[in-house]
């Protein structure tokens, strides 16, 4: 009984850490997989360090507008047209629907999500095939 008592709590917790190292090792390879993307396909906009260029292409450096999964899948794919305000600062150019897919989507949301001090969860292919589906 007291063998118990001490091997299910160890036992818990490395099933906890395990699951934690995997679930950051998985955003990690996401993140990776993600930096290609945004080198081909965002970069030139968005500027290396997500910085953009101010009154074109807004940043992406905590803009505190990177948390609402929902959106941000939806700019990928349908782009987005229309003024926006970013820190003060507006920006209308237009962002056309980026062809990708959607691990490629979610890998640069990853990317994009968690770099430059921004931290956010980690969003799955899952995810964007879900909320692609709610768009349609």
């Not at 939806?74 to 600062?89: A, C, D, E």
């Not at 062809?99 to 640069?108: C, K, M, W």
Request: glycine share 8%; net charge positive.
């Amino acid at each position: 009984m007291m063998r118990n008592r001490i091997l299910i709590p160890a036992l818990l917790t490395g099933i906890f850490c395990c699951f934690t190292f995997f679930q950051q090792d998985g955003l990690s390879a996401s993140m990776q997989r993600g930096k290609t993307v945004y080198r081909s396909t965002c970069i030139s906009c968005h500027m290396p360090e997500g910085q953009g260029l101010e009154g074109r292409f807004p940043p992406l450096v905590q803009t505190g507008r990177l948390s609402d999964k929902k959106r941000l899948i939806n700019i990928i794919f349908n782009g987005l047209k229309g003024p926006i305000t970013i820190k003060g600062t507006e920006y209308n150019e237009e962002m056309m629907p980026l062809t990708l897919s959607d691990q490629d989507a979610a890998d640069v949301l990853n990317y994009i999500r968690n770099s430059w001090g921004n931290k956010a969860p980690a969003i799955s292919i899952n995810d964007v095939k879900k909320l692609k589906k709610l768009q349609q």
